[in-house]
């Protein structure tokens, strides 16, 4: 493939006719990421205030993962690691960088012309234009975080047919935002634009009046979720990306039922002053905020499950759910309270347990065994191989491999076999991140975990100390060099997300 195909192909460019004729024979996929929801924050894992029934069920009725881990520790880059196949000592997006672009204003309120983060690298394939060049339809719902607005890297220009939600990070610290952005290759829209909330913008973005603001960021994501999902058809695939932004950090939401069931539910309440600089507002019911979101959340997922039932799909479709990293503490979010770090050590931000290890649940009726509980080991990176193999994508990194980069690392392994229990599942010899906000890195080989903070190596045998409490480094030096060895050997140097190296 020489660099002009390459480049017409990564712009979802290239016919496959072939392919499409093939479609009724493939699955259809759903990816739901849920943002900063703990490992226990879901009644299968272990939660015991927050009512998950929905969750619950899709974990008996399929696969439930317990040494599934994000990406990284925090947004952006987990979800780099997600759409690249890349670990973060690979990929390009290593940390929730932000552009803000200028001003204008929405009513009495002011937000940047273009926003949003560092954009995916453009030299490296990304998984909705592998999906899309092989005949699926795709759609995307939520976060994006891989490109400002106007940049190189933006829905429309990375494979996404249709696409709603937040393109900035940022801008999703409020429920009831200005505008969400909106792109349909179906309706002729040449690039990703906004649409204006106008039930939102004639009242503040912080304070008192905010609570005059009537449009619901989550349910509005929701909603066109599901009429996407409600508009295919069983003749052409689908891979569908649902990147909720329930329940994180602002915890703001309609007062409806949901919301009233945890009325005075909780023995003790927390109250949170606001934050006007990161858009997160005040709040006198912390818990029973957080308890509804995650329970909204919980509702979302149910609704996706059923229309599937309904259509008629649920037996083509392979469903994934997550969350992006650990749970956050962020605009009145309390772990401790609900138990989130009661067998995890750390939260968001943590290359610790606590802030990378994420529930998972696999649902695919006839196909996933249900009721299965399972502890193989996988990030983020290794669901564009599992994926490319639920789909019959044979040879995906051959095929996608950019003959002008030196080194286009695809670090992940499908655990297709694990899913559909057929052939053999290869295991890691180690899973990899860093994070250079709080300049950690982290390596799992086996029940070893090696936790790198500031250069200083810390270790510890998961099998008999979850909660990381117990430093092993000076008791097996051996183990430790082992494992620096292959940090200082998968770890490229960015300019951008810069880390302090192991000693």
């Not at 029934?53 to 040494?67: I, K, N, S, V, W």
């Not at 009046?209 to 069983?234: C, G, M």
């Not at 052409?236 to 309609?254: C, D, N, R, S």
């Not at 193989?376 to 990194?397: E, R, S, W």
Request: with cysteine; hydrophobic share 35%; charged share 25%.
């Amino acid at each position: 493939m020489d660099k002009k195909q390459w480049l017409l192909l990564s712009c979802g460019l290239m016919a496959t006719p072939a392919l499409q004729a093939q479609a009724n024979n493939r699955p259809n996929i759903i990816y739901i990421m849920c943002d900063d929801l703990g490992y226990a924050d879901v009644g299968c894992y272990g939660q015991e205030y927050i009512r998950t029934p929905h969750l619950d069920r899709m974990a008996r009725e399929g696969m439930r993962f317990t040494q599934a881990y994000a990406g990284s520790p925090v947004s952006a880059p987990s979800r780099a690691s997600f759409m690249t196949g890349q670990h973060t000592g690979h990929t390009w997006v290593r940390g929730n960088k932000e552009y803000r672009i200028g001003s204008m204003m929405y009513g009495n309120n002011q937000d940047p012309v273009q926003t949003g983060q560092e954009p995916y690298d453009t030299a490296h394939i990304i998984l909705p234009e592998i999906m899309k060049d092989n005949g699926y339809t795709t759609g995307m719902f939520g976060k994006w975080a891989g490109g400002y607005e106007g940049s190189i890297s933006t829905p429309d220009k990375r494979g996404i047919d249709e696409y709603y939600g937040f393109m900035c990070q940022f801008q999703a610290h409020l429920y009831y935002p200005n505008f969400l952005n909106a792109y349909s290759r179906e309706a002729g829209d040449t690039a990703v634009r906004r649409e204006v909330l106008e039930n939102n913008v004639n009242y503040a973005m912080h304070g008192p009046d905010y609570k005059n603001r009537r449009d619901y960021s989550a349910e509005l994501i929701h909603r066109r979720a599901l009429e996407w999902i409600d508009s295919q058809t069983p003749d052409k695939p689908f891979f569908g990306i649902l990147t909720y932004t329930l329940p994180h950090a602002e915890l703001a939401q309609p007062e409806d039922s949901v919301f009233k069931s945890y009325q005075d539910a909780f023995s003790v309440e927390k109250s949170y002053r606001g934050d006007p600089w990161s858009r997160y507002n005040p709040t006198d019911v912390a818990h029973q905020q957080f308890a509804a979101m995650v329970s909204r959340l919980d509702m979302y997922v149910g609704e996706v499950l059923d229309l599937l039932r309904r259509k008629g799909l649920d037996k083509n479709t392979l469903v994934i759910f997550t969350s992006d990293n650990g749970p956050h503490t962020e605009g009145g979010g309390d772990p401790d309270y609900f138990n989130t770090e009661k067998l995890l050590r750390g939260t968001k931000r943590s290359t610790t347990e606590g802030g990378i290890r994420v529930p998972f649940i696999a649902w695919w009726p006839g196909k996933v065994e249900a009721g299965v509980t399972n502890d193989h080991q996988l990030a983020f990176y290794d669901l564009m191989p599992t994926f490319c193999d639920v789909a019959g994508i044979k040879l995906y990194v051959k095929k996608y491999s950019n003959p002008n980069v030196e080194n286009d690392y695809f670090d992940g392994l499908s655990f297709a076999p694990t899913l559909l229990d057929k052939g053999r599942q290869k295991k890691h010899e180690f899973l990899y991140w860093e994070f250079h906000e709080t300049n950690m890195m982290a390596l799992r080989m086996g029940d070893w975990k090696l936790v790198v903070h500031k250069g200083q190596c810390y270790l510890y045998n998961l099998a008999n100390d979850l909660h990381e409490d117990n430093d092993l480094a000076a008791q097996h030096p051996e183990i430790v060099e082992q494992m620096k060895a292959i940090l200082l050997r998968e770890h490229t140097h960015s300019d951008k997300f810069q880390v302090t190296l192991p000693q």
